[in-house]
């Protein structure tokens, strides 16, 4: 029998744990153990009910494009309860000058597709729209490198675009900032797109018209469950025998013995024949400190940030003086904390009973790490100042709530498929050892569903690669 130790419980390590009871059920000799430093396991998955609505901590969907995580749902027997983002009324602005933009039709991520609403749209200044119209002309260039996303898009569409459109997505999406991250880690289309087509727009509208062409009918840009995103990781911990799951265990380090691995926690140490580490990279850095100084300190390279999500529940009367739409951005050179807000109840409708506004706004990211050591109502006060300024809310919330989540989004920057290349050399050294979680390949739930499952896959088998090649990444603005 063959015993695997699961280091991690959040939706990584809980995939990895289903992937290996799916084994177990097909009649594998295995049997493996899921170790969580803290009481409950699904990691920043976390869904409270208040006051008749559905509050989201952390992740609140998934992008619907990536199959992973709906796939789970289907398996732990959720397909019933999967919903789609209300697309119909899907808008998104940008706070421009202190003024709600709205996105113009067309935007694919960040690139103009459409003509028309572009040369409309106030979104953009005269000079940019000039820009965008040259950019139809880029020449391919094969990428020398690596770059930021940031220098990508302005030798595109020049600085302005960069400051309204992908900054603003990328903090909303990574908690991030454009001028840090990997282009061909976190946008590794358009790094082909530009080496095939050149033009980003006349690429990206070159796959819409195959999209168009394709006979299957549109689906919702984002899914989710109709309780939450708490209730995948509630289905999976009902399918893993109660004894699989190790709460209060904080894995200190694991040692290669004997073939197999030594496992050390507060509580003592055990054996395992084969370990997933399923943490944050930072983690998973400490943990195998001991082990491999180098790959150590190669995952204490990939960089997190933190964030802070805050939801508001109002009344009627702010639900009915709210403009329609999922939300909106705020570009860096606003001077808010404020890096979006989602209209919740217009984004997954049941999320709040019809005569509720619930709104969710997130703060914090790579530019604002001090704000998690402010207090609750510190936070509160400002969300609700830049939420008086920006959409003229003045009432009174009937609820609220503030949620921190120190370092728990990976930034994958300059040069990060180069440092998972090294990673996947230097975790080769260990058989039995797998890595898996957001630091690596995606930092979506549906990717991260799919590190967990492969993870699983490679130590179960014993053979292949510990860090199977795969890519793109999720989206997570309000559009
Ligand atoms: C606020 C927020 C909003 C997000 N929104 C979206 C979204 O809308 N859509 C989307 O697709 N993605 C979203 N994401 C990203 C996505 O949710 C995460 O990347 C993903 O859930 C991470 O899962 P994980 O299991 O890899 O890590 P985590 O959830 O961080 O879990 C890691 C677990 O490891 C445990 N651990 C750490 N060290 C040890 C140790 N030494 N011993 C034992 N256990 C340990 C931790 O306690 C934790 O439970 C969001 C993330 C955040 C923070």
Redesign the pocket.
Known sequence: MKRIAI????????SAAFALEEKRGAGAALDYAL????DR?????VTQRVDGCLVE???????TEKPW?TELCRKVGLGEQLIGSNDVDRKTYILVNGKLVVMPDGLMFMVPTKIMPTILSSLFSAGSKLRMAKEWFHPPRKAEGDETVAALVERHYGAELVDRLADPLLSGVY?GDASQLSVRAVLPRFAEMEAQHGSLGRAMLAARRKMANASTSPRPLFTSLKDGMQQLVDALLARLPATAFRPN????SIRPQDGGWMIA?QHGSDYFDSVIV???AR?AA??LQETNSELASELDGIQYSS?V?LTLGYDQSVRAALPPGFGFLVPKSEGKRMLAATFVHNKFPHRAPDDRALIRC?MGGSRDEEILASPDEEILRTARNELQQIIGIRAEPQFSRV?K?RG???QYGVGHLERLERIAKLTQQHPGLAL???GFRG????D?VR??AEAANLVASESGSPMQPASTH?S?NPQ
């Open positions: 280091i991690g419980g959040g939706i990584s390590g809980l170790f969580e430093a803290a396991c699904g990691g920043v998955l901590a952390g992740p609140d969907s998934f992008l995580a908690g265990r904080i894995i200190q926690s399923a943490t944050p983690n400490r943990i964030s999500t997130f949620y989540w728990a989004m990976a898996a979680g957001n930092i979506g739930v549906p991260c590190s967990g999720y997570r």
